[in-house]
């Protein structure tokens, strides 16, 4: 039986071999010679101390114990034909594809078909909304393969690896080009510029073994018989010479759109199949120096370049409310993430290293059905109004393009204008408005309270070297579409499976990763009983 050791690593001694393998023989009672294999299980970064250190969980296998690799997952996948069964997957991101990967695995043919392009030609729509404001309604930072998370950062890090199995999602994304780092790091992050790499790469899987993924296909309806979906119908986004709209048949439908889907929770409810009002989180970007951030968490200037950027998560509570930071992104860029003309949403992303001059992140309160009485008018339809009305406020602000209105974080807290802003990672520009106006007085009051707080909690923190960027609105989901605890069907559509973060079950890549292979496992589980 291997022995399991805990090692303590300087940053320089975190990549050498000998080494580990002389702090590992010494806890085992081992000669380094006698240490047939080291299989590190995990690496956290622990900065609480004077100096920061790497702490290691690792497996060492002595004379005659022998370590076998875990077989690839994808070698178990053979090709499908849809005699065992079709099923409808309507989204590209990470809990389509996963979802799609799991069908196979049980036999079933996965249809894929997304309203946006894949991700080598979403770049091209991304730099018309960075460089020209141009917002394409169907190819943005949300909409598209992979979805929202392939162009923001890629953090792999979730507390929901009860919901399935975190190490299959992981052995996945390593299996299609993410470095096997991810398997071990207590907070692992792809990079916006490989993650592309990565979901492509699912792609040709799913085609390679007889799935089929669909671009450009927008969900304009659903067909449904006797209270049951059998399909959905797609209007081509582009249309070629020819039919610009499909019927696509099939025994399940998995809905796994994203939280920015709008127009999906409307045809929904105009189809007469319930969906409700649930909490999510409404605030702003907050920017500061790179440099500040690792003076603080590292107590060093600069920062030992073999260590990583560092990151924050802060939270407090406001007058009952959270207020908490969200989605941090070390050395990373703001990025602007509207869905359609006429709005201001920003989010954040980091590239693989990491370099960038500048550390974000979110920075938000949670938004209850009691702080929107002026919005009950919409009914169930009032959380996304009012995320909507915020998003079109901070627009009119502008001059129509996709600037970015911002104040300096003291200025922010004072409820003054600035005379100036600091530098940006935000493309588009950044122009000096109210937020404090702009705002909703109940989110701007917490804002301010909160962040006051997080000065106390983390030093340096209300720099004026710091912006804060409005809005970041698409945190999660506003509305949930409602499934049955057991066969996660709609309770009131037999074969309609909702899933993952647009659903209301899911808070990013590997929580939605994982709600797809749990949806799947259950279409599965229902046509066997069929």
């Known amino acids: 039986m291997p022995t399991t050791v805990e090692l303590v690593l300087r940053p320089e001694e975190l990549h050498h071999s000998a080494l580990l393998r002389q702090k590992a023989a010494q806890q085992t009672g081992l000669s380094p010679g006698q240490i047939a294999h080291l299989e590190i299980l995990k690496s956290s970064l622990d900065a609480r101390g004077r100096d920061p250190v790497f702490r290691l969980r690792a497996e060492v296998y002595g004379p005659g114990e022998v370590f076998t690799p875990e077989p690839a997952l994808l070698d178990a996948l053979k090709p499908v034909d849809g005699r ?145 979906i059998t399909g959905v119908v797609t209007q081509a986004v582009e249309p070629a010479a020819g039919a610009s709209s499909a019927e696509w048949q099939a025994d399940a439908v998995i809905l796994a759109t994203g939280h920015s889907a709008r127009d999906i929770y409307r045809l929904l409810h105009a189809k007469g199949i319930p969906i409700e009002a649930k909490p999510f989180a409404l605030g702003v970007r907050v920017e500061h120096p790179q440099t500040m951030v690792d003076s603080v968490q590292y107590r060093q200037s600069p920062r030992d370049e073999r260590l990583p950027a560092a990151s924050y998560s802060l939270v407090c509570q406001v007058r009952d409310r959270g207020v908490f930071s969200f989605c941090m992104c070390p050395g990373g860029l703001i990025v602007p993430a509207a869905t359609a003309p006429g709005e201001i949403v920003v989010n954040g992303m980091s590239m693989s290293r990491r370099d960038s001059p500048f550390a974000n992140s979110g920075v938000v309160v949670a938004v209850e059905p009691e702080d929107l009485a002026p919005w009950h008018k919409h009914g169930v339809f009032a959380h996304l109004e009012f995320q909507a009305e915020v998003e079109r406020r901070m627009f009119a602000a502008g001059d129509g393009s996709q600037k970015a209105p911002a104040l300096r974080l003291p200025d922010f807290i004072a409820g003054r204008m600035s005379a100036d802003l600091p530098g940006s990672s935000y493309i588009p520009g ?47 989901a506003p509305l949930r579409i409602p499934r049955d605890p057991v066969s996660l069907m709609h309770p009131q559509v037999a074969g309609l499976f909702p899933c993952g973060e647009g659903a209301g079950y899911a808070g990013g890549i590997l929580s939605a990763a994982m709600d797809g292979q749990r949806v799947a496992r259950a279409v599965y589980s229902l046509k066997v009983e069929r």
């Open 84 to 228: 065992k069964g079709r099923v409808l997957i309507v989204g590209a991101g990470p809990a389509g594809y996963f979802a799609a990967l799991e069908l196979l695995e049980l036999g079933m043919q996965p249809i894929v078909l997304d309203r946006g392009k894949d991700v080598r030609a979403r770049r091209r729509d991304l730099r018309a909304i960075q460089q020209f404001g141009e917002v394409n309604p169907h190819s943005n930072y949300c909409f598209g393969e992979g979805g929202a998370g392939t162009y923001s950062d890629g953090k792999l890090y979730t507390r929901s690896d009860k919901r399935g199995n975190l190490r299959k999602a992981l052995r996945l994304l390593v299996e299609h080009g993410a470095k096997s780092d991810i398997l071990t790091e207590a907070h692992p992050h792809i990079g916006s510029n490989k993650l592309p790499g990565v979901v492509q790469n699912i792609r040709e899987t799913i085609l390679h073994y007889g799935g089929e993924v669909h671009f450009g296909q927008m969900v304009t309806d659903f067909l449904l018989k006797n209270g049951r």
């Open 430 to 476: 950044l122009f000096t408005a109210p937020l404090y106006e702009l705002l909703p007085p109940f989110i701007y009051k917490r804002l301010r309270d909160g962040l006051g707080q997080f000065g106390k909690m983390m030093r340096s923190y209300l720099t004026q070297e710091a912006v804060v960027v409005g809005t970041e609105s698409r945190t999660s």
